[in-house]
């Protein structure tokens, strides 16, 4: 019995052990990891794509150039004083049928200087040369009597003789000139306007002059054109987009 006795202490001691709390750590908690000394990888910023060259255009209008205008013996300078914008009064117009309506009348062929085509029997935009320019001749497109214009005193004829007369084919009461015509028409005037020296504001419509005509038509703002052509030649030196200039007499 004692030994039955001394087997059951010895196992709720054992029972006892098994049950009481284990020993607290004196230990901390885990240090934190240890940081790399190590520089960082610098990362390369992605580079933008190139950036495309920056492309002028020509200045509109700028397709005439001086050798377009220049004529054999020279141009007489001293002589073109105004610039008269005229319209040809119909979209099928020619310079050649021009001409020969103007010999009918009793002329020397053309009055024009120059003539710009609208694209329908003559080339749109295309400026044709006229004998009266190459032979630096007076012009037969604005007759107008002696007497007071825009505040100036002008001698009988003054504007066909001292008149460089430019022709747009088309009859612009009914339908604006087109973008070509207006172009080769800027462009003309600026050269003109540089190569002998004309102000600006001396570039007419045949009826500011005479009064008693609509020409060079509704469709044609002289006031804008004045502005336009001033703006043009006191801006950046002009590149040319290339020839506008068609077969001369």
């Not at 001086?66 to 300078?77: K, L, S, Y």
Request: charged share 15%; net charge positive.
């Amino acid at each position: 019995m004692q030994r039955i006795a001394w087997c059951a202490a010895a196992l709720a001691l054992a029972v006892a052990g098994c049950q009481s709390p284990a020993p607290k750590s004196t230990l901390g908690p885990p240090p934190p990891p240890v940081l790399s000394t190590r520089a960082p990888r610098v990362v390369e910023p992605i580079a933008p794509p190139p950036r495309a060259p920056e492309i002028v255009p020509p200045r509109a209008g700028r397709t005439v150039s001086p050798a377009d205008i220049q004529v054999p013996g020279g141009i007489r300078r001293n002589n073109w004083k105004v610039i008269v914008v005229h319209h040809a009064a119909s979209a099928k117009a020619t310079p050649q049928g021009m001409d020969a309506y103007h010999r009918q009348r009793g002329w020397d062929g053309l009055g024009y200087h120059f003539v710009i085509g609208n694209g329908v029997n003559y080339p749109d935009g295309r400026l044709f040369v006229g004998p009266r320019w190459k032979g630096q001749r007076t012009g037969a497109h604005c007759k107008a009597s002696a007497g007071r214009y825009f505040g100036t005193y002008c001698p009988n004829n003054y504007f066909n003789e001292h008149g460089i007369g430019i022709c747009l084919i088309g009859d612009l009461d009914t339908e604006p000139p087109t973008a070509r015509q207006l172009q080769t028409l800027e462009s003309l005037i600026a050269v003109l306007i540089e190569e002998i020296g004309i102000n600006p504001s001396r570039i007419y419509g045949h009826g500011e002059v005479t009064h008693k005509t609509a020409c060079p038509g509704r469709h044609v703002n002289m006031p804008a054109l004045r502005r336009s052509i001033a703006a043009a030649v006191a801006g950046p030196p002009t590149v040319y987009g290339g020839a506008a200039t068609g077969t001369r007499y």
